[in-house]
């Protein structure tokens, strides 16, 4: 199985400030992607973003962007002009293409943003 | 967007008897769709791949048979909890991707609490 590591369980930002959420993974496979799911009070998993690992070019969602580090296999999630409805679980997710399409989550961080 | 659709919401069952948990693609064909197991402030674990006609797969320590999965119609997989134990409450999701799509839409959860 392929692992994704969250390395910051927890984390705060002021309203309106940029806050960075990392995420690493291993695995061999070349093609695959990544995913940043977010998880509210609620509990229903919402997709933030999406990055395909053959892409070079950072994936941007709005206020959300990634940093794609594929020789470090790295996956970090940027959120700007933080809103208190970001507060939340985020996950980062990788998904290889064979076989199976399983999708591996990571541990979590959870975000407070701050009024 | 996709819409992925589980019932019940949540369920309160007595030591010893089975739950069904059903988990509906309401707008598009999944071949194949995913159990995820939830503690509290924990991950996702994915707990088998439901592939429609076919056995499902279950990852390392999961019991098939303690946990029964049925994926009869590209539309609907069920996750049955046989003979339901204290220790098997928790949070439980399902999740499918469209075929030909590498996004993972999720349902909303059902939390089973048994006595």
Not at chain 1, 26 to 41: A, C, H, I
Not at chain 1, 63 to 91: C, E, H, P, W
Not at chain 2, 46 to 53: D, I
């Amino acid at each position: 199985a392929q692992t994704v590591t969250q390395s910051q369980p927890e984390m705060s930002v002021q309203e309106a400030e940029t806050v960075t959420l990392s995420c690493t993974y291993d695995t061999s496979e070349n093609n695959y992607y990544l995913f940043w799911y977010k998880q509210p009070p609620s509990r229903q998993m919402i997709l933030v973003i999406r990055q395909e690992a053959y892409k070079q070019q950072n994936a941007t969602e709005n206020r959300f962007s990634v940093n794609f580090q594929k020789a470090a296999k790295s996956f970090s999630l940027k959120i700007s002009d933080s809103q208190l409805g970001d507060t939340a679980m985020y996950f980062c997710a990788f998904m290889n293409l064979n076989p199976g399409n399983q999708f591996y989550f990571g541990t979590g961080t959870s975000l407070t943003v701050i009024p | 967007g996709a819409v992925v659709s589980q019932h019940p919401s949540w369920v309160i069952c007595k030591s010893g008897t089975s739950v069904k948990i059903e988990c509906r693609s309401l707008d598009f064909q999944a071949t194949t769709m995913f159990w995820y197991r939830q503690f509290p402030k924990q991950s996702l674990m994915l707990m088998a791949t439901s592939n429609e006609g076919s056995k499902a797969t279950y990852e390392q320590g999961v019991e098939k048979d303690k946990f029964l999965i049925n994926h009869a119609s590209l539309t609907l997989s069920t996750l049955t909890v046989t003979s339901a134990h204290p220790e098997d409450s928790s949070f439980y999701i399902c999740s499918a991707r469209p075929d030909n799509n590498e996004k993972l839409f999720f349902g909303s959860g059902t939390q089973l609490s048994v006595l």
